[in-house]
């Protein structure tokens, strides 16, 4: 499974995050970036399991039970919504790549906020990196291992008998 960027800027590696619990990878696995613009798109389609009171941060859950979770900046809780729009709903249903939150980042920026936003896989499940350098919302950010190993046909593969 393939989750796309988020948002469009500079891919940073997760232990580049000045937040321990993102670079120490407590949350999740992933990595981070650093936004151009402000609109941010589902990462992965499915719905938007949790909307972070505020607007910074979304959890999108795939029919899989892949769980992304988008954190917009870093301590940015602590802003109560300023700065931030929310374009999609808990509980809305949304395809990889549709408009789910805008940041304003120039205010953001005047106000000193760290924009650096980790994409994390938090439901457990191995990621590999697919982009380094520069991203545009919506291209390939990170892979996903699937939950399950592919079945086998009974007889450990071998057929006939």
Same mark, same amino acid.
């Given at each position: 499974?393939?989750?796309?960027?988020?948002?469009?800027?500079?891919?940073?590696? %997760?232990?580049?995050?000045?937040?321990?619990?993102?670079?120490?990878r407590i949350v999740g696995d992933g990595l981070? *970036?650093?936004?151009?613009? !402000?609109?941010?798109?589902?990462? *992965?389609? !499915?719905?938007?399991?949790? %909307?972070?009171r505020g607007g910074h941060g979304v959890v999108v859950e795939g029919d899989d039970g892949?769980?992304?979770?988008?954190?917009? !900046? *870093?301590?940015?809780?602590?802003l109560r919504g300023r700065g931030f729009a929310v374009l999609a709903a808990e509980g809305q249903r949304v395809e990889a790549g549709d408009a789910i939150l805008r940041a304003d980042v120039e205010w953001l920026r005047a106000? !000193?906020?760290?924009? %650096?936003?980790?994409?994390?896989? *938090?439901?457990g499940q191995r990621v590999t990196p697919a982009a380094q350098g520069r991203v545009a919302a919506g291209q390939p950010l990170l892979e996903v291992e699937s939950i399950c190993p592919p079945l086998e046909p009974p007889g450990g593969g071998v057929e006939g008998g």
């Open positions: 499974m393939t989750v796309v960027s988020p948002m469009s800027g500079r891919v940073v590696a %997760l232990e580049d995050v000045p937040d321990e619990v993102f670079a120490q981070a *970036i650093e936004p151009e613009s !402000g609109e941010v798109v589902a990462p *992965i389609t !499915g719905r938007v399991a949790k %909307l972070f892949v769980q992304v979770l988008v954190h917009v !900046g *870093i301590d940015t809780v602590r106000e !000193g906020v760290e924009l %650096l936003s980790p994409v994390l896989v *938090i439901s």
